[in-house]
């Protein structure tokens, strides 16, 4: 099944920070290091935010 609002978000979307704006197209996915099938997608880490926060896209492999 495919899901074109996800697919959407995930080649448009763009996350506005004070210093600078992250496009999700450009950023890769990640294997999870523990969980087989899930994915990140490091959009700020908290190494970026200097401890304050960080924002991940998620996904998973279908069943």
């Known amino acids: 099944m ?3 609002t996800f697919d959407s978000f995930n080649e448009d979307g763009v996350l506005c ?6 496009l999700f197209a ?3 996915w990640n294997p999870h290091a523990v ?10 880490t908290s190494e970026e935010s200097d401890g304050q926060f960080s924002y991940h896209l998620v996904r998973s492999a279908p069943n």
Do not use: C, D
């Open 2 to 4: 495919k899901n074109e």
């Open 17 to 22: 920070l004070p210093n600078t704006n992250v």
């Open 26 to 28: 450009n950023l890769k």
């Open 35 to 44: 969980f087989e099938g899930v994915e990140l997608n490091h959009l700020a």
